[in-house]
């Protein structure tokens, strides 16, 4: 399955860009996604456990992926 | 009740009147505007951006919570992004209501809730020539248990 991971701010800073297709096996979850990316050069200065949402809504790292879901990558917010 | 990012300058005029009605008798209007210093250091300017389709929802969101527990069902919220110069407004919320307290507190739930969890971030210039990413106080940043 294919999913899109979004990346913002300081994170699309570190990776060099701001979304990643990323083809996954059947069953993957968000953590898989995050590992993935981590392999990615800049993927190593991500933190441990980032804020993750999954088709607009914060999710769990443990979060089972459909195919064409998109899984955002969300930097400690600083609206206001 | 209506959530928006926006390019543009925010009209806080236009906010109040979208939730103006006979029957409030207390408008609350906030507006958050870039501040010439931050951490001792002097700004220059603040880039703002957004995952904008989660924002907007996750906005929504807070002015229905504000709703329920305040009554408040006349609420609007403006977050600019782009490049802001000093003074610039970067959100306004008009909230009305019959009473000034549930209109107050409305008002202050639903700036806090933003600042905690609404996917906007911002990168402030500085007058020496730096820019950095800033993390705000009170803001979420890691998976919790």
Known sequence: MTVTVLLFASYADVLGCESVEMSLPAGATAADALSRLRALPGGGALPPAPLLAVNLEYARAESPLQSGDELAVIPPVAGG | ?145
């Open chain 2, 1 to 145: 009740m209506r959530a928006a990012i926006v390019e543009r300058v925010i009209d806080v005029a236009a906010l109040l009147g979208e939730v103006a009605a006979a029957s409030h008798g207390a408008t609350v209007l906030f507006v958050g505007t870039v501040r010439d210093v931050n951490d001792d250091r002097a700004v220059a300017g603040i880039d703002y951006t957004a995952y904008v389709p989660m924002a907007e929802r996750e906005m929504q969101r807070i002015l229905r919570e504000a709703a329920e527990r305040f009554g408040t069902d006349a609420a609007v919220i403006e977050h600019r992004v782009g490049h802001l110069a000093l003074g610039d407004a970067s959100v306004a919320i008009a909230v009305a209501h019959a009473r000034r307290a549930q209109a107050y507190a409305a008002s202050r739930y639903i700036l806090e809730a933003l600042k905690q969890r609404v996917p906007i971030w911002k990168r402030e210039s500085y007058v020496d020539g730096t820019r950095e990413w800033v993390t705000q106080q009170g803001a979420v940043v890691a998976q919790q248990d």
